[in-house]
Nanobody
Framework: QVQLVESGGGLVQPGGSLRLSCAAS????????MGWYHQAPGKQRELVAT???????NYADSVKGRFTISRDNAKNTVTLQMNSLKPEDTAVYYC???????????????WGQGTQVTVSS
């Protein structure tokens, strides 16, 4: 019913930048919260940043001042601008959206398939 497709991952040197994008499509009435999470090998998935439909943001302490989350409500997209990347940022990054379905007007949580970010020299 709803698909989230991420793009923008890749290999970057320490200190570099990457921009991740996530587009939601399908039977969407509206989208409430959206966010980015990451999961490093052998670790649990962790919150990176979230943004409400009104634009309020929340960041993990480890990325404050380096990452910026934004969204385009008209296009159902969320973006994560990552600057000053560190090797410890290496992980699979997933987007999440709380979607109100067109058919039921009920809210469900959806995840993207993930995109790999590797920070290495």
């Amino acid at each position: 019913q709803v698909q989230l497709v991420e793009s923008g991952g890749g290999l970057v040197q320490p200190g570099g930048s990457l921009r991740l994008s996530c587009a939601a499509s399908g039977s969407i009435f509206s989208i409430n919260g959206m966010g980015w999470y990451h999961q490093a090998p052998g670790k649990q998935r962790e919150l990176v940043a979230t943004i409400t439909s009104g634009g309020s943001t929340n960041y993990a302490d480890s990325v404050k001042g380096r990452f910026t989350i934004s969204r385009d409500n008209a296009k159902n997209t969320v973006t994560l601008q990552m600057n000053s990347l560190k090797p410890e940022d290496t992980a699979v990054y997933y987007c999440k959206a709380h979607v109100v379905l067109l058919t039921t007007r009920l809210e469900y949580q959806y995840w993207g398939q993930g995109t790999q970010v590797t920070v290495s020299s």
